[in-house]
């Protein structure tokens, strides 16, 4: 039977001034309650956080999937959508969850994310439809998978619906951000696959990078996004470079 219930929108947040507020807007018609968890960030995200009324609270940060799920527990509703500071609904998609509020029939509800590279919005090579599952019942599952990629992962028995719109993902506004962002990630992946028993060696960090560009660029038409398309494959393609590359040295020294 449908039930209504009240949404708790959680976000997690570092340095976001530029993107915090317009994430907050973009709930504040479906939101019940928004809390922002921040790891301490050093620009002007908590004051933006306090001009839009959103609860604040700071909690030093262990890893993507453990802010998040600790993130959860501050929530005051069961029903949770899951935001990052960098990403916004489009209004189809609040018209989806504003109906879903008063209609609940499932555990949880997945939804398309459109991701922006430097201003273009990117529809080719992997990239669209970057399907999320974020809004959902929190006390049938819990945030895992591997630092710094994590998934919300809902019990066994669990439904889960599709739900029309876009969760707009406003990603890199200069190409050297997504660079830096590359260094910082394969730094958590690499160790992160150690821990698992995962192990690098020469003919993965060779191949592994060129099917990755083969498959986004040609197979999942990455071209048909120009330029960007190009550079989010070469990207792509050297951040497994990094992270086998990585993955060997840590190797070395253990």
């Not at 504003?98 to 273009?120: A, E, P, V």
Request: hydrophobic share 35%; aromatic share 12%; with cysteine.
């Amino acid at each position: 039977m449908p039930k209504s219930v009240q949404i708790s929108v959680v976000i997690i947040a570092f340095n976001e001034e530029r993107n915090i507020g317009r994430c907050i807007d973009s709930v504040k018609e479906i939101a019940d309650d928004i809390v922002v968890v921040d790891s301490f960030s050093k620009d002007n995200t908590e004051e933006i956080c306090s001009e839009k009324n959103a609860r604040f609270i700071q909690h030093p940060f262990e890893g993507h999937i453990e802010q998040k799920n600790w993130a959860i527990t501050q929530a005051k509703h069961q029903y949770v959508l899951s935001l990052d500071a960098d990403e916004a609904l489009d209004e189809q998609l609040i018209s989806e969850i504003s109906f879903i509020k008063s209609n609940w029939t499932h555990d949880g509800y997945s939804m398309n994310r459109l991701n922006q590279f430097c201003g273009k919005w990117i529809k080719h090579g992997g990239w669209y439809p970057d399907k999320k599952l974020r809004l959902w019942d929190s006390s049938k599952g819990k945030w895992g998978g591997t630092n710094p990629h994590d998934c919300f992962q809902l019990n066994e028995s669990s439904t889960i619906k599709h739900i029309q719109g876009d969760l707009l993902h406003y990603t890199y506004y200069e190409v050297n951000e997504h660079i830096r962002q590359i260094n910082y990630f394969t730094d958590i992946a690499a160790q992160a696959y150690y821990n698992k028993g995962k192990r690098s060696d020469l003919i993965k960090i060779y191949i592994k990078p060129r099917l990755l560009f083969l498959k986004m660029y040609v197979l999942k038409l990455g071209f048909l996004d120009g330029y960007y398309g190009w550079v989010i494959a070469k990207n792509s393609a050297h951040s497994t470079f990094l992270k086998y590359v990585k993955l060997r040295e840590i190797q070395r020294r253990n």
